[in-house]
């Protein structure tokens, strides 16, 4: 037997409905009288904006999960996977300019094996253990919004002074109030709706949603959809060359503007905090509210990081050694070239992360340094070969405003424009440059609400 309690301004009255049968429910009024009800008289006397999605308990609000990539079977298959099975989410609703928590800190459950695919929050319990009981929508208020998150794989911890083990995450309780962000005289963000904090590697398996605005009108009673985006930034670098009559091999890399630290593809810069390992994740939301409605940017969570100042201060990331090509012409056998054009670029890193490295979103940006030696090889089979020193490239700060959820390629060019012979300074620099920054959105996840 289940029991929905129901408040009824139509009937001055609290009254309590037993389901008796699919079809029908019984209505018990103060005074101790009931009354049978077929679903449609019940639909009748408790009306409400939208169409209920379970008509046999009108009011129960129902989780769906589902990528935005078409889906050949039963929608949501494997998304449960990418946020581990939960995702926590704050729900304020707003009437004559008052907030009013309605789903505070609320833990929301993958229902394993269920068809369709429901997510549940019903009889768990929120980050502070209290009791989540069923929410219904309020006609009198104005609108609602909703913020969520997923700390994915890493386990999160909601007591700071416990400290942090590899694997887990600290996560603040959310606060609505604060979600266009707190920004100090300076203008630099110290504070926003949430923030997490941890080691770079598990703050990666995070996902924060987009801002759920919803109007009051046809939208209530209707399906709520939150988009989860992954956390952090990935990054990865591309090299290929166009110099005539020879290929590129043996790439060393620069720590610093002085010392060569080996084959492994880096970047390095004077800023302490782009590249650091540890830190916190201010996520805010600047751009909210109907004024913004036609903004590409409109509820998009936005990251203010701030690096841990106890830790040690990172100046480099190393994405890891490159993905040479074989010979071209008649250089010798046995050796590794640099791709020969943009479409063979050589890539840094592991093929199976798709050559990509997790970075903290750093909206702030910063100058990035590149600096290498290389060996430039004949491709006539006259064997010779020639040794450049300190050649060097940068990426500037205005391509380095990582954004949370998105993906950045970064691809350079060795060349030369003046040279016409075979005849050279071993010194001599040849230019590198930033030939292309590849910008893209990581294919968000979706998570649909019905109310």
Known sequence: MKRSTISAAILLASVFCEVHA????????????????????????????????????PD???????????????????????????????????????????????FVKYVDGSEPIVWDYV???????????IKYWDNSSEKYNFIAYSTGDAMAVYNEAAGLSDGQVFVSPIDASKMNGVVDDKGKVTDGAFFM???????????????????KGNDYGKEIELSFHPLSTQLRLAFYETIPGYSVRDLKFYEN??????????LYTDNTEIFSDYGKYIVYYPTTGTINQGSNDYNKPHIAFVADTNGTAETNKVFGALNYSTKEYYEPNGQYYLGRSSSSASFAGKLSDNYFTS???????????????YKL????????????????????????????????????????LSWGGTSMNPEEMFPITLDAVVIEEVRSSTVNYEW
């Open 22 to 57: 699919q079809s029908e429910w019984v209505v018990r009024f103060n005074d101790g009288s009931e009354k049978a009800f077929d679903i449609e008289n019940i639909k009748e006397m408790f009306p409400r904006e939208g169409a209920p999605i379970n008509p046999t308990e």
């Open 60 to 106: 129960k609000i129902v989780f769906t999960v589902h990528d935005d990539t078409p889906q050949t079977r039963s929608i949501g298959a494997g998304m449960q996977g990418k946020l581990n099975n939960h995702f926590v989410v704050e729900g304020v609703k707003y009437a004559d300019s008052k907030q009013t928590v309605v789903f505070d800190d609320y």
């Open 123 to 133: 009889g768990l319990t929120n980050i502070n253990d209290w009791s989540q009981p």
């Open 197 to 215: 904090k941890g080691k770079t590697a598990d703050l990666a398996k995070a996902y924060v949603a987009d801002a759920k605005t919803v109007y």
């Open 257 to 266: 503007d002085e010392t060569v630290a080996g084959s492994e593809a880096r």
């Open 359 to 373: 970075v903290n979103p750093n909206e702030a940006g910063a100058t990035l340094n590149l600096k290498v030696d």
């Open 377 to 416: 090889v004949s491709t006539d089979g006259s064997g010779e070969i020639i040794n450049i020193k300190g050649a060097t490239a940068q990426v500037p700060a205005k391509y380095t405003s990582w954004q949370s959820g998105y993906s950045y390629t970064y691809l350079f060019k060795i060349y030369d």
